[in-house]
């Protein structure tokens, strides 16, 4: 195998189409040449092993012969009696649509998809424990407002299609080594519909689809980390009589002057004097939305307390309700240079054992 596809995507072998994907689009954006921290060559690997492993019957050759050609595993002295099929390919043929014509019936004709999207969003430390929606406006193929996608003037009605009598395909003959091969196509006219509009729609031409700002709206969970990819089902580039693609959308989380994520906990620092430390105080600290919390600090805390607040953390939508909780880490704040009255105190107090 020339090239490992699964290690240049950074997944394992057995990995679901979702987590190539997600690997795909995180070294795209990564190394995309328009990036600062752009790589042409490697974007070009990223690009290639992820069209090998998208593709089911692409990957099933892969993972068997070590390559994604049609032709793997025929060419050469071992595959049919040592007959060397590999011209054929250069010559126009291509086995597996012989083959797969003879024994199968045809080759199964997919439903066409759109391109999937990626964006980045920004938001606030806040905004990622708690949740929130975003609202962006993207550029691009999307149902046609005119028609609603059918394609046809607004009034009109759809006709059988005088290409395919309205069966949706067509047939096609192939000449092969084997003689003429009669197959059937997805009709070119009516993309497999069967139906034509008898008059187009002016704006999109009889395509269904075209290029608009789209407003979208992406509500974000609560406790979404940094650097998370989200999906939103079809909200992609729209085809013809196909399905829209995927958006994929990464978190960036801006950091916060107080507060930092543990796991699902809450963190911060909390600065007391040695006297709060031994007498006990009430201490205030900003909470991560912007109110003032109320923090009882004991008599006689040592540094490095961590006083808890139970489940007041990362909310627990995605762990069956259990969030997180708040960690209150206890440190001494020292003073600057004691004055002569504080050295003679604090002598006071090292005689008492302090």
């Known amino acids: 195998m020339s090239k490992d596809y699964y290690q240049v995507l950074g997944v394992e072998k057995g990995a679901s189409k979702d987590e190539i994907k997600k690997a795909f689009y995180k070294l795209a954006h990564q190394y ?31 993972d068997q012969f070590g390559s994604a050609d049609a032709n793997a595993g025929f060419s050469g002295a071992g595959g049919f009696g040592g007959f060397d099929f590999s011209g054929f390919q250069q010559g126009g043929f291509d086995m597996g649509d012989i083959f797969g014509d003879i024994f199968g019936g045809g080759r199964r004709q997919r439903t066409p998809q759109g391109r999937d999207i990626q964006i980045d969003i920004q938001m606030s430390f806040a905004e990622s424990v708690y949740g929130v929606t975003k609202t962006t406006k993207l550029r691009k193929h999307a149902t046609c407002l005119t028609c609603s996608g059918t394609g046809a003037k ?31 196509v997805i009709c070119r006219e009516c993309d497999g ?16 689809v075209v290029k ?10 609560a406790g979404v980390r940094d650097g998370e990819t989200l999906r939103m089902s079809g909200r992609g580039e729209s085809v013809p009589h196909g399905v829209p693609g995927d958006l994929y959308i990464t978190v960036h989380v801006q950091s916060h002057k107080i507060w930092r994520r543990e796991g699902d906990d809450l963190v911060a620092d909390l600065p007391i004097r040695l ?68 050295k003679e105190l604090l002598k006071d107090l090292e005689h008492e054992g302090f």
């Open 32 to 62: 995309h040449p328009d990036k600062k921290t752009g790589d042409e060559a490697k974007f070009k690997e990223v690009n290639e092993a992820y069209q090998v492993l998208s593709d089911d019957e692409k990957r099933s050759r892969y």
């Open 154 to 184: 607004p009034g009109t009605k759809s006709k059988t299609c005088h290409a395919c009598g309205g069966k949706g395909k067509t047939v096609h003959l192939q000449q092969t080594i084997l003689g003429a091969i009669q197959s059937q």
């Open 193 to 208: 519909t069967g139906k034509i509009p008898e008059e187009k729609c002016k704006d999109c031409v009889g395509e269904g």
């Open 212 to 221: 608009r700002e789209e407003e979208i709206v992406i509500p974000i969970p």
């Open 275 to 342: 006297t709060e430390a031994v007498l006990g105080a009430q201490k205030e600290l900003q909470s991560v939305k912007g109110e003032m919390l109320t923090i009882d600090v004991p008599e006689r805390t040592a540094p490095g307390t961590i006083l808890r607040m139970r489940e007041k953390g990362i909310p627990g939508i995605k762990r069956g309700g259990k969030s997180g909780d708040v960690l209150i880490k206890v440190a001494f704040a020292i003073p600057g240079k004691p004055s002569k009255k504080a």
